[in-house]
């Protein structure tokens, strides 16, 4: 069992894009689920389903670009168990300068950064991909 789930997600989608996998799968959770739910809608990732039952499996379809060239060229995981990042409205980093997304736990539940700017909501920034 891991200690971080959400790094152990990064890091599997990091290595399945590496080596040029069309999917990959890894154990499901709520929050897992609803972050894949942002990648989707940023358009780094094309589809992904969560089985219903005791051990729920996440399953990623990735997505490439025509030249097989990955749509997600590097992830990084902001608040770690032992260090928690909280930003707020204000502070929600602009990745690449509007080129990547951040991905932020609010109030209003998990968001991108656009959206947590638009809605006036700060919170714990999870990751940032790009």
Partial sequence: MTSD????MLAR???ALKAGLPSVELPG???KGE??????????????TMTSG??????????YN????????GMRRESKPGLRKFCGV????????????????????I???????????GGELICTIW
């Fill in 111 to 121: 968001l991108s950064g656009k959206e947590a700017r638009k809605r006036k909501l």
């Fill in 29 to 31: 959770s709520r929050i």
């Fill in 66 to 73: 025509d030249d097989a060239e990955p749509a997600i060229r």
């Fill in 13 to 15: 989608i990091r290595n």
């Fill in 5 to 8: 789930p959400i790094s152990d």
């Fill in 90 to 109: 204000q502070d929600i980093p602009n990745v690449l300068g509007g080129m990547g997304a951040a991905v932020l736990s609010t109030s209003g539940g």
């Fill in 54 to 63: 005791v051990p729920r499996v996440l399953s990623i379809e990735l997505k």
């Fill in 35 to 48: 972050i894949l739910r942002v990648m989707k809608e940023e358009g780094y990732i094309t589809n992904f």
